[in-house]
């Protein structure tokens, strides 16, 4: 009998990857995916950690689900609730004490032994607590993706040994560990063979990856891209989230060398400031940010950029976010995201002194998103008139005022969602080729055009 797997996903694309492979383990005990909690079997909340509101928001929807289950137990039936992914492996014990009913905390690298797991909580009472790093890896005990999206992910990396002082990743996801390259290749083949075009290759910091090679020798990310490129049908490659420090130059080369690599590169920088980004570990100046954005662009004249952002660290001045200022406007980015800092206990930064006070926060995060607001505009604007190659991935909902009728949703080469009106007859051909598009409008953050050749 088919069984109801519910999956909700908070986080980073690590979190997006880790809850599809999640599924596959879960699939052969007969768990099929389901858009709602409501009479699932097994619910798995994976969550994330990077932020206060990330926790807060796991315990209100836990709240939700309770009667759920106690609805499911009135039918003599079980739904068994777990919590996976970084507030599981920092926060398992309260979440326990918080959360009674739920059946099952495990942490990011336990994944394979989901299987056990479900076994143990079936068969005694009492709940599992699972957030050790097994010795073995999770990826090799995992089984090949069967994915049929046209854009894919692909973990060749996890973990994180940098320690900048307000991040909780080193202590979630544990120590770097790179996948090896003959495993990668195989899984990117699978991809490619169940109808994928792109691929994002994924790491907490994905430039640090070092994998055996199939040759024995140390493979950095520039030598597995180039390899990557060589598979037949992969049309585009990405790669996130990288770090300033692990750009070296043979990842910049593969941005001149490799077609099907994107020009789009989002490269964190935090802050522009020097003491801050001293104060935050991140071991790199705002001027070595700047030298290689600048060696990025001469590899790759069209490269648009994104980055992270984060506003009021401890003993952040106004001049220091007056540089983080003069940085976004000397650069120039595409999107980005950017945050206030929030104290996240067991850090570096949590104990710091000076702690910037929150409507200075506030008000900092204001100005920034304006300023950074005002470049994805102008960036998205440049575009109209021009014609460029969109990868289409799937027929889009209905999305209003856009297009009378049914419209295409592709991606383009710098990320943005982009839409044309879909053709009259199988507009589902359209999905999996890159065709060129005119572009005949932007919009924040997507944009608008119709098909320059023949779909
Ligand atoms: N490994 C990546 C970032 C992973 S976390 C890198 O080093 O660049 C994703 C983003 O969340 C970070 O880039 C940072 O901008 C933000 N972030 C992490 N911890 C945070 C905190 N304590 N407060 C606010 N933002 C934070
Ligand atoms: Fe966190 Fe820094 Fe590691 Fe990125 S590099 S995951 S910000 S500790
Ligand atoms: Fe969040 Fe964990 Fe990713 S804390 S950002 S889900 S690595």
Request: charged share 25%; net charge neutral.
């Amino acid at each position: 009998m088919t069984k109801k797997l519910h999956i909700k996903t908070w986080g980073c694309q690590m979190n997006v990857y880790d809850s599809s492979r999640m599924a596959d383990v879960v699939a052969p005990l007969g768990y099929a995916p389901s858009e709602t909690a409501e009479g699932a079997d097994l619910v798995i909340f994976n969550t994330c950690h990077i932020r206060e509101k990330a926790s807060e928001k796991l315990f209100s929807e836990l709240g939700r689900l309770k009667p759920m289950q106690q609805d499911k137990a009135a039918k003599g039936e079980r739904m068994i609730v777990a919590v996976a992914g970084c507030v599981a492996q920092a926060e398992g014990a309260e979440i326990q004490r918080r959360a009674p009913y739920v059946d099952m905390v495990f942490g990011p690298q336990t994944y394979h032994q989901l299987p056990e797991m479900i076994a143990r909580v079936t068969r005694q009472s009492g709940g599992v607590l699972n957030t050790e790093f097994p010795p073995d890896s999770k990826f090799d005990a995992l089984p090949q993706q069967r994915n049929g999206d046209v854009s894919a992910f692909l973990s060749i990396q996890e973990g994180c040994d940098k320690f900048c002082t307000f991040c909780v990743v080193p202590y979630t996801r544990g120590a770097e560990y790179s996948r090896g390259v003959a495993a990668i290749i195989a899984e990117a083949e699978v991809l490619a063979a169940n109808g994928a075009r792109e691929i994002t290759v994924l790491g907490q910091n994905v430039n640090a990856f070092h994998g055996e090679g199939p040759d024995g020798a140390v493979w950095g990310l520039g030598r597995l891209l180039r390899r990557l490129a060589d598979i037949p049908n992969i049309k585009r490659l990405r790669y996130t989230t990288s770090h300033p420090r692990d750009m070296d130059d043979d990842l910049i080369a593969a941005h001149r060398d490799v077609p099907q690599l994107m020009p789009f590169l989002h490269l964190p920088v935090q802050s522009g400031a020097d003491a801050v980004l001293d104060a935050m570990n991140r071991k790199h100046t705002s001027d070595d940010y700047r030298r290689i954005i600048d060696k990025l662009r001469a590899a790759r004249p069209d490269i648009a950029l994104s980055s992270d952002f984060i506003v009021g660290f401890p003993g952040e001045t106004d001049a220091d976010h007056a540089a983080t200022m003069r940085l976004v406007r000397d650069i120039g980015f595409a999107s980005a995201f950017s945050f206030k800092y929030s104290r996240r206990p067991g850090t570096p930064a949590a104990a710091m002194v000076q702690q910037v006070p929150e409507t200075v926060q506030d008000a900092r995060l204001q100005e920034l998103q304006a300023l950074l607001r005002a470049q994805q505009e102008a960036f998205n604007q440049s575009l109209v008139g021009k014609t460029i190659p969109v990868l289409f991935d799937g027929v889009a909902r209905n999305d209003s005022g856009r297009h009378e009728g049914r419209q295409m949703h592709g991606r383009a080469p710098f990320m943005q969602s982009t839409y044309i009106a879909a053709p009259a007859a199988a507009p589902e051909r359209l999905i999996g080729h890159e065709l060129a598009v005119t572009i005949t409008q932007a919009r924040q953050s997507s944009l608008i055009g119709e098909l320059a050749q023949a779909g």
